[in-house]
């Protein structure tokens, strides 16, 4: 690990020569962002991967002779801190116990925390001493918070922005909601719940003595094939008055119905099990169904009713079943007879299907009880399908040969029209709970603000936006349309919390996911704002510095001149060229950042990429602060380093893949991290007097074919680890610059342990050593700044190595023979060694045969073909006459055809040369003579017949 106390000196000199402060000049610039984190508790390594990865890229641009801008603000909107310190006033043990032993916070601060801006300061204080010590390139003068008044009065342009284009309007509107706090929630408000989003559902009337039991589906198109309703016999039911009519619903769904429901009231509670037995009208066909019980019922989603649909729902499907095989609940509720008639009905054709898609699907997936894991996927292929390609069939009456997702809109129409049905929100999954602790419940708000994501004109400027970016990895740009294409209207505002009050309506707040969506342009003009009153920052000023919309120039109240170098400066930077995000921020916060661009800059402002971040494991379990299982990443910069955890997070997977902080690989990165320094100290052994590395920038003129196979090992990790770091690719990039570079070091050193006495070849490898030492040192800056820039400084680097120019890659070097070569070597010598072994003598002398030039030509002609068409390769040697013997010409043509699909053949090589140069290492290895022949003039027992092109004959004398 590199020393603390060196990787605060390299953090002092950084912040000292302000080296990350990047304003416009004439170099091509690079800028990039990362979600601004929300500091209401500490930093853990999950939140080291997420931050790393952008200051790697940052580093590596700049090396490249880029002026990078990496900024970092501070997202303390919404009601989460606000949560927070309304439990600890309260002295909620558990937030207390989160707070004193997850985050450390010392108890004379703690007390404080019952102020919420407190809280975000205290934390936000620490993100940034944290980010410090983590040897991030952020240009801090750009630091910002979105309660300061400068960014609020960004945000209310936004908003106003918006409204006057018709993107922001008022009505009703289904939201999550914390009854607690009696406030819409947002994902960052949850402790559990975070992306799961709103579903409607129709609530379906079936008929039963007066009264309505009400069941709430997806699908009320599958209405025609149900057969049965289902209810939890172990949960509490109970009778509702709504309007005129009284419905039956289990009575933990009563909460989230009457947040949407207007006028209801509880009547008193049912008997389930008089309920069970019972039968009930179909609205859509007149058919009654008998009411059944099962356990897999959840009395909290829609009304705790469902009604079942066995051709077309694996889930009812496999519960049919099950019951009719359950006695002694059919004898309990005397169903055993009833049921026996109830068989699946089918009602959609799908191609490929037979007439009961449900039983397809459970055979398909093997699934053979309720609880089976396939269930789920068998489901939800199913209704993807069905969806998509489904056709009603006859038995639906008027709805025969409508598409599936036709047929379902016109039901969903005539069940309301009739007062046959009703609609409910609901949550796709549960629980959802609010930090405060509650659950939340969907409420359907009638003043609500929103964003309307809905309409088709701006859907499809998104789209385009999308089009122009590059996504990274590729395979979710298709989850950007699907979400673009699924997103509604979304609530904006909020009651309670912190943040930019809506500027039309002072008693709403703009929510968290709202006012995060183009902050990127702030950014650019953060840094003039200290100067600035924020009251004079008005819809004209940000019109003309982002949208070069010229006004009355009295109506910016800021000077002209300082008005225009921050227009210079937004349009210097802008468009951003990277955005980068957590994968659960694609259906939100990522795709808003392109409805939001799209709609308020032109075009050639729009964004240019986004990287997509998996998630965070800890010893193979999902990271949670909440949970206490997370590692602070303060705690284990104390432990490791910062450079070691930078180098662990970036090599344990790539940024879009999931990662799992393990403490035995961290020891294990910690370990690898001494080989980079005592590379460092043996190269400085070997060359034997002071370094000065500035003379070693670019490659040596060697002779040897070992030094030149290093040179070109060296060049082809450069072109590989630049290749994969243009793309994001840390895990790759560090596996090149690091893990096979020091793989091949290794070799290296390996190769050269028999010819230490040789003066003249040790002066050509230590010119190769303080080469590549110099390289190593340049290639991983991005990765362990820290130590990097100590053996710069050590071997008398000028400057700071974060700004020396990345290494030059020299594609002449890479040579494939020569590569080709020292793989013969080596297999040379393994080969002697694994024939040792086999016959269990000490050799005397080993005879090493080349192969023949006319097996080279033969492979030259095989190579042409392209293919291993032995008659072509044949029929083409004997008419160049390359050899003789045309018995010989076919046996070697035959073991081409199996060969040259293993090997790479990268052209006739001097082969005899390669080996007589690398005889001292062969004999050494082999613990013999070694003879090399380009002619068999001594060959006892025939070996040479088997020398191939890349893979000499051997002879052993004993």
């Not at 960052?188 to 009264?211: A, P």
């Not at 490929?352 to 894991?373: C, R, S, T, W």
């Not at 996927?377 to 993807?384: D, G, H, L, S």
């Not at 070091?745 to 040790?762: G, K, P, T, V």
């Given at each position: 690990m590199t020393d603390i106390k060196i990787e605060e000196k390299w953090q002092r000199v950084w912040q000292e020569s302000n080296l990350f402060q990047?304003?416009?000049?004439?170099?091509?610039?690079?800028?990039?962002?990362?979600?601004?984190?929300?500091?209401?508790?500490?930093?853990?390594?999950?939140?080291?991967?997420?931050?790393?990865?952008?200051?790697?890229?940052?580093?590596?641009?700049?090396?490249?002779?880029?002026?990078?801008?990496?900024?970092?603000?501070?997202?303390?909107?919404?009601?989460?801190?606000?949560?927070?310190?309304?439990?600890?006033?309260?002295?909620?043990?558990?937030?207390?116990?989160?707070?004193?032993?997850?985050?450390?916070?010392?108890?004379?601060?703690?007390?404080?925390?019952?102020?919420?801006?407190?809280?975000?300061?205290?934390?936000?204080?620490?993100?940034?001493?944290?980010?410090?010590?983590?040897?991030?390139?952020?240009?801090?003068?750009?630091?910002?918070?979105?309660?300061?008044?400068?960014?609020?009065?960004?945000?209310?342009?936004?908003?106003?922005?918006?409204?006057?284009?018709?993107?922001v309007g008022i009505g009703e509107h289904p939201v999550k909601y914390c009854p607690e706090d009696q406030?819409?929630?947002?994902?960052?408000?949850?402790?559990?719940?975070?992306?799961?989003?709103?579903?409607?559902?129709?609530?379906?009337?079936?008929?039963?003595?007066?009264?309505?039991?009400?069941?709430?589906?997806?699908?009320?198109?599958?209405?025609?094939?149900?057969?049965?309703?289902?209810?939890?016999?172990?949960?509490?039911?109970i009778k509702i008055k709504i309007g005129d009519e009284k419905w039956i619903i289990a009575k933990d769904a009563y909460d989230n119905l009457t947040n949407q429901k207007k006028n209801i009231e509880i009547e008193g509670d049912i008997d389930t099990n008089e309920l069970v037995g019972k039968y009930v009208k179909n609205p859509l066909t007149g058919i009654e169904h008998i009411v059944l019980p099962a356990s897999f019922v959840d009395p909290e989603y829609g009304t705790g009713v469902v009604y079942s649909v066995p051709g077309h729902a694996p889930a009812d499907l496999i519960a049919l079943q099950d019951l009719k095989k359950n006695n002694e609940l059919l004898e309990k509720f005397g169903l055993v007879e009833k049921i026996e008639t109830i068989q699946p009905v089918g009602i959609i054709k799908?191609?490929?299907?037979?007439?009961?898609?449900?039983?397809?699907?459970?055979?398909?997936?093997?699934?053979?009880?309720?609880?089976?894991?396939?269930?789920?996927?068998?489901?939800?292929?199913?209704?993807?399908l069905e969806h998509a390609k489904g056709v009603m069939d006859e038995k639906t009456g008027d709805y025969n040969g409508y598409k599936v997702v036709d047929a379902r809109d016109e039901i969903i129409q005539l069940l309301l029209k009739d007062k046959l049905g009703d609609i409910l929100f609901e949550f796709a999954e549960r629980p959802v709970i609010c930090r405060c602790g509650t659950k939340c419940v969907v409420?359907?708000?009638?003043?609500?603000?929103?964003?309307?994501?809905?309409?088709?004109?701006?859907?499809?400027?998104?789209?385009?936006?999308?089009?122009?970016?590059?996504i990274i990895p590729e395979e979710i740009r298709a989850n950007f349309k699907y979400y673009i294409g699924w997103l509604q209207d979304w609530a904006c505002s909020r009651r309670i919390g912190l943040g930019t009050k809506l500027p039309w309506n002072t008693d709403w707040l703009i929510e968290p996911l709202s006012d995060s969506t183009i902050y990127m342009a702030y950014y650019t003009i953060a840094k003039y704002m200290n100067s600035i009153d924020p009251e004079d920052l008005n819809d004209e000023f940000f019109d003309e510095v982002f949208l070069d919309i010229k006004s009355d120039k009295s109506s910016v109240k800021i000077d002209s001149e300082l008005t225009k170098q921050?227009?210079?400066?937004?349009?210097?930077?802008?468009?951003?060229?990277?955005?980068?995000?957590?994968?659960?921020?694609?259906?939100?916060?990522?795709s808003f950042h392109m409805f939001h661009h799209s709609a308020i800059f032109p075009r050639d402002k729009w964004p240019q990429g986004i990287v997509v971040f998996g998630m965070g494991l800890l010893e193979g379990n999902k990271m949670s602060s909440s949970k206490g299982n997370i590692i602070m990443l303060e705690d284990a910069?104390?432990?490791?380093?910062?450079?070691?955890?930078?180098?662990?997070?970036?090599?344990?997977?790539?940024?879009?893949?999931?990662?799992?902080?393990?403490?035995?690989?961290?020891?294990?990165?910690?370990?690898?991290?001494e080989w980079f320094f005592e590379f460092a100290r043996r190269v400085e052994k070997i060359y034997g007097s002071q370094i000065l590395i500035m003379d070693h920038l670019n490659p040596p003129s060697v002779e040897q074919p070992i030094s030149k196979w290093m040179l070109a090992q060296v060049n082809m990790r450069i072109n590989d680890a630049t290749e994969a770091l243009e793309g994001f690719q840390t895990r790759k990039a560090l596996q090149d610059a690091f893990f096979l570079f020091k793989?091949?070091?290794?070799?290296?050193?390996?190769?050269?342990?028999?010819?230490?006495?040789?003066?003249?070849?040790?002066?050509?490898?230590?010119?190769v050593l303080v080469y590549i030492l110099g390289v190593w040192i340049r290639l991983m800056v991005p990765f362990v700044p820290h130590g990097c820039e100590e053996l710069w400084n050590k071997f008398g680097g000028e400057g700071l190595v974060s700004t020396t120019p990345w290494p030059e890659y020299f594609a002449e070097l890479v040579d494939e023979s020569v590569q080709k070569g020292e793989e013969i070597v080596h297999g040379l010598s393994q080969d002697i060694n694994e024939i040792k072994k086999v016959i269990n003598i000490k050799p005397q002398k080993i005879h090493v045969y080349v192969a023949p030039e006319w097996k080279w030509k033969l492979f030259e002609i095989a190579d042409g073909i392209g293919k291993p068409d032995i008659g072509k390769i044949m029929q083409t040697a004997i008419k160049q006459n390359i050899h003789d013997n045309k018995k010989e010409i076919a046996e070697f043509a035959k073991k081409i055809g199996r060969e040259m699909t293993k090997m790479k053949y990268v052209g006739i090589i001097d082969e005899y040369s390669i080996l007589k140069d690398s005889i001292e290492f062969l004999s050494g290895e082999a613990d013999a003579e070694i003879v090399i022949y380009d002619e068999p003039s001594y060959d006892p027992e025939n070996k040479s017949r088997n020398a191939m092109p890349y893979k000499p004959a051997i002879f052993i004398e004993g």
């Open positions: 990047s304003d416009p000049n004439n170099k091509k610039k690079v800028y990039v962002t990362v979600a601004y984190p929300y500091p209401s508790g500490a930093m853990h390594v999950g939140h080291g991967r997420t931050y790393t990865v952008p200051d790697v890229y940052a580093r590596f641009k700049r090396m490249q002779g880029y002026n990078v801008l990496f900024p970092m603000g501070w997202h303390v909107t919404g009601a989460p801190v606000v949560g927070i310190a309304k439990r600890i006033q309260r002295q909620d043990p558990w937030t207390i116990d989160i707070y004193k032993n997850i985050h450390k916070v010392p108890e004379s601060e703690l007390a404080k925390f019952t102020d919420p801006e407190y809280i975000v300061k205290y934390f936000g204080e620490e993100y940034h001493d944290v980010m410090t010590r983590m040897g991030y390139s952020i240009d801090w003068r750009r630091e910002f918070k979105t309660l300061d008044p400068h960014y609020q009065k960004f945000i209310e342009w936004q908003f106003r922005k918006l409204k006057n284009m018709g993107l406030n819409p929630v947002g994902d960052h408000d949850l402790l559990e719940g975070e992306g799961v989003g709103i579903n409607e559902l129709t609530l379906i009337k079936f008929e039963l003595d007066g009264n309505y039991l009400v069941a709430a589906t997806f699908r009320p198109e599958t209405l025609f094939g149900a057969t049965n309703l289902w209810l939890n016999p172990d949960e509490d039911y799908l191609k490929g299907y037979g007439e009961i898609p449900a039983q397809d699907m459970l055979d398909k997936f093997d699934v053979k009880h309720q609880n089976d894991p396939n269930l789920k996927e068998a489901t939800n292929e199913i209704y993807k409420k359907i708000l009638e003043d609500q603000w929103f964003l309307k994501y809905s309409d088709e004109e701006w859907k499809e400027l998104t789209y385009q936006c999308l089009e122009s970016m590059n921050m227009r210079d400066e937004f349009n210097y930077w802008y468009p951003l060229d990277w955005r980068l995000s957590a994968k659960d921020l694609v259906g939100n916060h990522l910069i104390n432990t490791y380093g910062s450079d070691v955890i930078r180098l662990f997070l970036m090599s344990s997977a790539e940024p879009w893949q999931d990662f799992d902080w393990r403490e035995n690989e961290v020891r294990g990165i910690s370990k690898r991290m793989k091949d070091i290794d070799h290296l050193f390996y190769r050269i342990e028999h010819q230490s006495e040789d003066e003249e070849a040790m002066n050509e490898i230590a010119e």
